[in-house]
């Protein structure tokens, strides 16, 4: 299994306050990517990175920022958490190399906005 | 756009029975071509992927799925289920021409009944 691990893997929080979740990768690939999974969507797109303090929005990227100051750390920080927000959230890892390129997945964090 | 649809919410097959999930994309390019499972409380599992050439390719666990150029489709397959199949498999479709970025369908739930 690829070396990604996120924290906290669960979090309970109340609308209004500020959220921040973290993916880490021993891997030391080149693009990080964070997606919410929410039920008859699939994954969504929420912002990636493909380098050290380059990031770039995705499909959802609203009410949502990302930073990344070391390859193997991804922030994503929730400015004002909504009960919209209330999903599973995954980051991914992918090192882009020749022709094609393929993205692994952390565990996954469950996230609560009451 | 760049689309993915996965026509079926649900499937149920008898283990042992032979299974087919279908996936259909929209792309204005050459895909990269990619199936993904996830068991309940985990992360997304790559099963196969497609970059270029032989259009029949194979992956872990038994799985196999045929790139169809005329079709627009990379349905996945597996000749005979095992109850452990039981899972949400996810299609993916990339391309280079639009960043190192995925879109996925909407998952399938495959349920296995003895």
């Known amino acids: 299994d690829a070396g990604i691990t996120q924290s906290p893997r669960h979090k309970v929080t109340e609308t209004g306050t500020p959220v921040t979740l973290r993916c880490h990768q021993t891997e030391n690939h080149r693009y990080m990517y964070w997606y919410r999974q929410d039920p008859g969507h699939g994954l969504r797109l929420i912002h990636y990175s493909y380098g050290v303090k380059d990031t770039d929005k995705g499909e959802v990227s609203d009410g949502y920022s990302v930073s990344r100051s070391k390859t193997e750390d991804f922030l994503l920080t929730l400015e004002s958490a909504t009960s919209s927000q209330t999903s599973v959230y995954f980051c991914?890892?992918?090192?882009?190399?020749?022709?094609?390129?393929?993205?692994?997945f952390g565990p996954g964090t469950r996230l609560t906005v009451t | 756009a760049q689309s993915v649809t996965q026509p079926d919410i649900h499937i149920t097959v008898s283990e042992g029975a032979s299974l087919e999930l279908r996936c259909n994309y929209s792309?204005?390019?050459?895909?990269?071509l990619f199936w993904y499972v996830q068991s309940p409380g985990q992360g997304l599992q790559l099963l196969l992927k497609?970059?270029?050439?032989?259009?029949l390719v194979q992956g872990i666990k038994g799985f196999e799925a045929e790139f169809k150029r005329s079709q627009s489709s990379f349905n996945l397959r597996k000749p005979s289920v095992h109850w452990s199949d039981a899972a949400e498999y996810f299609c993916?479709?990339?391309?280079?021409?639009?960043?190192?970025?995925?879109?996925f369908g909407a998952g399938t739930i495959l349920r296995v009944k003895s």
């Open positions: 991914a890892i992918s090192d882009p190399q020749g022709i094609g390129y393929e993205q692994y």
């Open positions: 993916a479709v990339g391309a280079r021409e639009y960043g190192n970025k995925l879109v």
């Open positions: 497609y970059f270029s050439g032989d259009t």
């Open positions: 792309y204005g390019a050459t895909p990269y």
